[in-house]
């Protein structure tokens, strides 16, 4: 019998070592996997490579596992919110390295990377900053930047709705990059808010087919920077 | 229109106003943070416009109401926002899909710096100070087939935001298509910076004057003009 889920968060994130490369899903709060991240901190893991859209709380979500100083990396399109001043000059994570990604090339070298593509060419970003060094080439006379695929050791998903072979639904806004880095990592670990039986989920309706779905875990009431609605 | 004693030009409101007449019926439009959010409140009433947010929707409606904000539903800016019928929710890669792919007809964004061949530069002050924070601009900036930018004509200590050659580093190279202004609205074409309008009571010298690339005007210039907007 196929069942990914488990039975609480600590299981959920067993194995995951110092060092590892995760991408946790996520855009605004909407889709963020919270209590997944936030569960990452009891891990007391160091060096971590974190991808993600952006921080959007110093001590919130991804924020809160950077100020904690678990990373070392941080691959992000938006890594300072609106509001806070993390990463500036002169804080205490000023010296994380950055790699700022434009938000479409972010989505898809993540998407590439789930897909068995190892890199791809774009006209975003030519001539600016962010292909500084990048090989570029000419195709049908425009110019383009050649990207590579990401992958990661972990990816932390959330979604609504699951069954135990790990199809996921996801809400509203909230699906943002939640499919594709689903699709991208060697263990997939998701949080939903609901588990339901076999055959409840509408199959027109699942964006994740459970493929890509390692573990999946219930949190009826999921931690939400804006509390309850 | 009215103008402040102290400054001559329009208020931002009326700057959103002033590109929504251009944002025909049908059209598919994406807004950047600031002052382009404006735009959906001064749309006329009878052009169906579909906004699209980078966040994965397209058919965004109108901020949601203080008490009604559903977290789960937010815009490019993270904030709480709606819906209308006939909306879609879809994942960041095909939202992107849609930019690069050529699939948005207008993109309306800020500036720091629009250099008189249509570069922008709009994400990184290049002080050191601040992180930058890119987030979907380049992507746009390529992709749409028509990028408006949305700015003060100056920047708050007087210096020019309209510029022979960019000096802050770029968000896109040529991409710019129009330009609207608290004086003016212009337009980049193969040959420079075309002045469509420009506020009455501001001469096009004095206009040149507050800008740091050549300006031709139209032939064909109208005086630019807005009702008042609270």
Known sequence: MINKQVSNLTVALAEIE???????????????????IHGLLECQLKGLTLIGNGVVAEDFGQGRLITAGCVVKYIASFPRGPGTTIFDA??????????????????ERIRAGGAGIPGFYTG??????????????????????????????VAL?????????????????????????????????VQVE???????????????????????????????????? | MTAGPQKKGMARPQIAWRAAQDIPDGAIVNLGIGMPLGIPNYIPAEREVILHSENGL?????????????????????????????????????????????????????????????????????????TPTVGGAM???????????????????????????????????TCV????????????????????EHIEDMSFEELQDKTGAELQQSADWKPLEAPDLD
């Not at chain 1, 809400?171 to 990592?185: C, E, L, V, W």
Request: glycine share 12%.
């Open chain 1, 18 to 36: 110092n060092g590892a490369t995760v991408m946790a899903g996520g855009f605004g709060d909407a889709g963020s996997p919270n209590d997944l």
């Open chain 1, 90 to 107: 002169g804080t205490p994570t000023a010296h994380i390295e950055l790699e700022v990604v434009p938000q479409g090339t972010l989505a």
């Open chain 1, 124 to 153: 975003t970003a030519f001539g600016t900053p962010l292909a500084a060094g990048k090989e570029t080439r000419q195709i049908d006379g425009k110019d383009y930047v050649l990207e590579q695929a990401i992958t990661a050791d």
């Open chain 1, 157 to 189: 998903i959330m979604a609504k709705h699951a069954d135990r072979w790990g199809n996921l639904v996801y809400s509203k806004s909230g699906r943002n990059f939640n499919p594709i880095m689903a699709m991208g990592a060697k263990l997939t670990i």
């Open chain 1, 194 to 229: 609901e588990i339901v039986e076999l055959g409840e989920l509408d199959p027109e309706t699942i964006a994740t087919p459970g493929i890509f779905v390692d573990r999946v875990v219930e949190v009826e009431n999921p931690t939400t920077l804006y509390g309850e609605p």
């Open chain 2, 58 to 130: 397209l058919g965004m409606g109108p901020p949601a109401k203080e008490g009604e904000e559903d977290w789960e539903l937010v815009n490019a800016g993270t904030l709480a926002t709606t819906l209308l019928p006939g909306g879609s929710y879809f994942h960041h890669a095909d939202s992107f899909a849609m930019i690069r792919g050529g699939h948005i007809d207008i993109c309306a964004l800020g500036a720091f710096q629009i250099a008189a061949n249509g570069d922008l530069a709009n994400w990184n002050l290049g002080d050191g100070v601040r």
């Open chain 2, 139 to 173: 992507d746009l900036a390529v992709g749409a087939k028509r990028v408006f930018i949305l700015t003060d004509h100056n920047a708050r200590d007087g210096g020019a935001k309209i510029v022979e050659e960019c000096t802050l580093p770029l968000t896109g190279l």
């Open chain 2, 177 to 196: 298509d129009r330009i609207y202004t608290d004086l003016a609205v212009i337009e980049v074409t193969a040959t420079g910076l075309v002045v469509l």
